[in-house]
T-cell receptor, first 113, second 117 residues
Framework: GDSVTQMEGPVTLSEEAFLTINCTYT??????LFWYVQYPGEGLQLLLK?????DKGSNKGFEATYRKETTSFHLEKGSVQVSDSAVYFC????????????FGKGTMLLVSP | NAGVTQTPKFQVLKTGQSMTLQCAQD?????MSWYRQDPGMGLRLIHY???????DQGEVPNGYNVSRSTTEDFPLRLLSAAPSQTSVYFC????????????????FGQGTRLTVV
């Protein structure tokens, strides 16, 4: 079945550092790919998405590119802020059309001033 | 501007008790789903619905029942709670694109933290 693997955390960075969170997937066909963010005590919010190969999703300074050849969707940000501290989930939507998601285990990001 | 509303936010149950986790959305979304979040496991799909009267099982359905009598509501029932069901539960909804594509955004509720003792 489908699966998503993302790097384990926590990832600890200083403010203004560069961020990469790796995500690879296994799926039949070409699913849509998502990054969701969960701030403490809250539900998940969509951060960005990409629906086909070579698409780049971007939002709030975060970017991720859908790489079919490496089955990857790594999340990057050039300069993190303390307010980016959260748990980040990589996910894929299967081909059923029902928008159900397969999630990675999540990566906690801690940014210190 | 409520979006997806889950109640209660916190609940403690004794083993064997039953309860219903409520989920309501006001966006007229066709699709709704329930996930559980456990440490180190990410989110796993329990059940989902593609419209009123239509439900199906996800990855971890055992011990849970669902029904969907209206577009707005999608309650999750625990018939006999077990300690293994201690988790944070999230409800999500999304709209159906006419093309049947699978890239629509899922909107999540704030979650229900359930402890079974």
């Amino acid at each position: 079945g489908d699966s998503v693997t993302q790097m384990e955390g926590p990832v600890t960075l200083s403010e203004e550092a560069f961020l990469t969170i790796n995500c690879t997937y296994t799926a039949t066909g070409y699913p849509s790919l998502f990054w969701y963010v969960q701030y403490p005590g809250e539900g998940l919010q969509l951060l960005l998405k990409a629906t086909k190969a070579d698409d780049k999703g971007s939002n709030k300074g975060f970017e991720a590119t859908y790489r079919k050849e490496t089955t990857s969707f790594h999340l990057e940000k050039g300069s993190v802020q303390v307010s980016d501290s959260a748990v980040y989930f990589c996910a894929l939507s299967d081909l059923s059309g029902y928008s159900t998601l397969t999630f990675g285990k999540g990566t906690m990001l801690l940014v210190s001033p | 501007n409520a979006g997806v509303t889950q109640t209660p936010k916190f609940q403690v149950l004794k083993t064997g008790q039953s309860m219903t986790l409520q989920c309501a959305q006001d966006m007229n979304h066709e699709y709704m789903s329930w996930y559980r979040q456990d440490p180190g496991m990410g989110l796993r799909l329990i059940h989902y619905s593609v419209g009123a009267g239509i439900t199906d099982q996800g990855e971890v359905p055992n011990g849970y029942n669902v029904s969907r009598s209206t577009t707005e509501d999608f309650p999750l029932r625990l018939l006999s709670a077990a300690p293994s069901q201690t988790s944070v539960y999230f409800c999500a909804s999304s709209y159906a694109e006419p093309s049947g594509s699978h890239n629509t955004e899922a909107f999540f509720g704030q979650g229900t933290r359930l402890t079974v003792v």
